[in-house]
């Protein structure tokens, strides 16, 4: 029987035709390995915020709750969530969002069928969809991606002695290992005026996928009103250099060892975001630390709430709290940026 493994895939694919773009290689390893297994949760890869604590997704359901509100209830209104992994986000904002009368019919945008299976069981009534083109045109969207960008497929461009080329993925020259090489190609076009000349070995990163999805969805505010949210762990001014790595029973592997059996990222560039959501025409409130913006919700007293009303979790609820908002935890790295229709008001927290 033929090798179907992913690494022997790119092992064919390489021989015939080459190194492939790295870019191509995340988008082929993070298709492989999010449609073949749940990797959330303590017994998987890796823990998202919304699996830490059911805080999260209150917090994230009261934000949304608050700019419905002030946008004057809007009816019909759909929630969209993209990238849901188990739901669990969406569960908890559309409850705590239901006790302030906003109850939106749900989307999610996954291509991952074995999550598919598992969101389906917790909303069995959601409608599914392969990307944000078949979203509905006639209604204000309500749009929460949770560590979804931070999947997308980066490229990336890296500087050698003969000028800009791109990063590509080959084998070593005894076959056994995928490395990173610097493609043929000269890339020199592809690079800002004012980068031209950095030193070499600089790698320059960029996600145009993340910039793509963050464009429709912003001339989709624009057209129909709604507010949009990213989180995402990545940072608010630019930078140089790979950030490509890759987790594996929560632990950091090789990002080019075991393709498809690991989950890739890469930080997200929320500052190259700014100016894609301006020209959509819609308007961006801000980019906050995730700790900034689910203290100003209030998360702190809603710990409170939760362990006057289960001592016994009390310290349980304590260590949750401290790994979602801390500097040192989740707190720092993780970053939200809200980004709303120009005629809706500016969302909380920003
Ligand atoms: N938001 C969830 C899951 C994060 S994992 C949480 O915070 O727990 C990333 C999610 O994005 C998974 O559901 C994965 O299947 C989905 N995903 C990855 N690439 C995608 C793509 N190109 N289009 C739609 N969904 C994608």
């Known amino acids: 029987m033929a090798d179907d493994s992913l690494r022997a895939v790119f092992a064919r694919l390489i021989r015939a035709t080459g190194p492939i773009s790295v870019a191509h290689f995340m988008a082929e390893s993070n298709a492989r390995y999010y449609s073949t297994r749940d990797p959330l949760g303590t017994a998987g890869d890796f823990i998202t915020a919304p699996e830490v604590s059911q805080m999260f997704g209150e ?13 004057g209830k809007p009816q019909p209104v759909a929630y969209v969530e993209a990238g849901p992994g188990r739901g669990t986000l969406a569960l908890d904002a559309l409850r705590a969002a239901a006790r302030h009368g906003l109850v939106p019919d749900v989307h999610f945008v996954e291509t991952s069928p074995t999550l598919r299976g598992v969101q389906r ?10 990307d944000f083109s078949t979203l509905p045109a006639d209604r204000p969207l309500m749009v929460v991606g949770n560590e979804f960008l931070d999947a997308l ?63 429709d969805i912003a001339a989709r505010l624009a057209a129909q009103g709604g507010v949009a949210l990213w989180i995402d762990y990545g940072h608010a001014e630019p930078r140089d250099g790979s950030t490509l790595q890759a987790v594996r029973a929560q632990h950091k592997v090789d990002p080019f060892a075991h393709p498809g059996e690991a989950d890739l990222t890469a930080l997200v ?48 609820l304590a260590r949750a709290l401290a790994r979602l908002v801390d500097p040192a935890e989740m707190g720092n ?7 709303t229709a ?3 008001p500016t969302s909380a927290a920003f």
């Open 121 to 130: 069981q917790r909303f069995p009534q959601a409608t599914w969809h392969d």
């Open 153 to 215: 497929p980066v490229r990336q461009i890296v500087r050698m002695a003969e000028g800009w080329r791109e990063r590509m993925i080959g084998w070593d020259a005894a076959g056994e290992r995928l490395l990173p090489v610097a493609g043929t190609r000269p890339m020199d076009a592809a690079v800002p005026a004012d980068r031209a000349d950095a030193p070499e070995g600089t790698i320059i990163e960029t996600c145009p996928a993340a910039a793509a999805v963050t464009a």
């Open 342 to 344: 120009p005629h809706w």
């Open 333 to 339: 790295l993780f970053k939200a940026m809200a980004f």
């Open 269 to 316: 560039d929320f500052a190259a975001l700014v100016p894609v959501i301006a020209a959509a025409g819609a308007r961006c409130d801000g980019i906050v630390t995730q700790g900034e913006f689910l203290r100003s919700l209030g998360i702190e007293a809603r710990a409170a709430t939760l362990a006057r009303h289960a001592p016994d979790h009390g310290p349980a």
């Open 59 to 71: 917090m994230i359901g009261l934000w949304l709750a608050d700019i419905w509100i002030r946008a």
